[in-house]
């Protein structure tokens, strides 16, 4: 038999959260990681019960079927329980059972039992957090729009995870100008929510609501919800179809044009992709109106996330479009940007 540091613990697997080199697991399939191969002092990260070692230490995410644990010793004090009393000292295991120095009971080493180390992490109780991260970008653009010239654009998201769902929530405002003319003075505040696919299918709701002063409208908004359908996924990606119902809406600042409420499809495409010198992102949504043959809205992005390292900040390239297939009298269908982004990112 050999040795392993003991995990942090919980249920049906065993992450390797924080180690100890003193501390021991043994298993009915030999080594889980060795002594010297220490993840600490790292994080540590959720995901569906199971913990993992948070960055710089992403390529050592490990874990353990309880059915592989044969027993377990620490050398630390460790808090122990199965539902009930919580025992707080050096633990093992053998034969089943596991024993606190802390407490005159014993627990049985199943899916019940709980190991943890930090009194504020106990695994019951962050199970069902949502796991947020938070990112802040500025950038520089060149602009086609109303009129060419260039601005800049400033945003912030956030983005929850569980288990179930994700939340998103952002806002960017741009500017850009061109002599005393404006090319793009607009804002978008976007929320959305989707469940997290078990299969292929999955249903979401999203909002993009805000202003287009460029092009004379004092406020608009697209709400949609309906079915998304992840057509492919594996480690360094993913590719989601959506597919639902709209509601279009814009108020424009003349007071003779009359504002257009227009129930729409929503039709969209989510592409994400890890290509180790960059991750390409792209997003594409398409909301063709029901009333109206022809009239409809196009938003679309796609950027690389390049000059990446462990720290928070990185730099993304990328392009913009914003299309709407019936504009206002005296402007333009399609208002393109390029731009230079510096991201901060945060958890």
Not at 61 to 70: G, K, Q, S, T
Not at 304 to 332: E, F, I, M
Request: charged share 20%; glycine share 10%; hydrophobic share 35%.
């Amino acid at each position: 038999m050999r040795r392993a540091p003991w995990p942090h613990y919980r249920g049906r697997s065993i992450g390797l959260a924080t180690l100890r080199p003193c501390d021991c697991l043994f298993t009915h399939e030999g080594l889980v990681a060795s002594a010297s191969n220490r993840l600490v002092p790292g994080g540590h990260r959720h995901d569906e019960g199971r913990h993992f070692p948070e960055r710089p230490y992403r390529t050592h995410r490990l874990r353990r079927a309880r059915d592989v644990v044969e027993s377990f010793v620490t050398d630390d004090a460790v808090l122990v329980s199965s539902g009930g009393v919580v025992s707080r000292g050096p633990a093992n295991a053998a034969g089943g059972r596991v024993a606190s120095r802390g407490g005159l009971e014993t627990s049985p080493l199943d899916i019940d039992l709980e190991l943890w180390r930090d009194p504020s992490l106990r695994p019951a109780d962050i199970a069902g957090a949502r796991q947020w991260t938070t990112q802040a970008d500025v950038d520089v653009s060149g602009r086609n729009g109303v009129v060419t010239g260039s601005g800049f654009s400033a945003g912030f998201s956030a983005k929850g995870v569980t288990k179930a769902d994700t939340v998103i929530a952002g806002v960017r405002l741009l500017r850009a100008e061109s002599g005393n003319l404006a090319s793009a003075d607009d804002l978008h505040a976007t929320v959305s929510y989707e469940t997290n696919p078990t299969d292929v299918v999955f249903w979401y709701a999203r909002s993009d609501t805000g202003y287009d002063n460029a092009r004379l409208i004092d406020f608009f908004s697209v709400n949609a919800a309906g079915w998304g359908f992840r057509l492919h996924t594996d480690g360094k990606g993913k590719l989601d179809a959506r597919l639902g119902l709209a509601h279009r809406f814009e108020q424009y600042a003349s007071p003779s044009q009359s504002s257009l409420s227009a129930p729409s499809a929503d039709i969209g495409l989510v592409f994400s992709r890890e290509l180790g010198w960059a991750v390409w992102d792209t997003s594409l949504n398409f909301v063709p109106s029901f009333l109206t043959t022809g009239d409809f809205y196009v938003r679309h992005e796609t950027s690389l996330n390049v000059l990446r390292n462990a720290g928070p900040l990185s730099l993304r390239v990328g392009v913009s479009n914003d299309y709407r297939s019936k504009p206002l009298p005296t402007q333009v269908k399609t208002d393109t940007a390029y731009f230079l982004r510096t991201t901060y990112v945060w958890k």
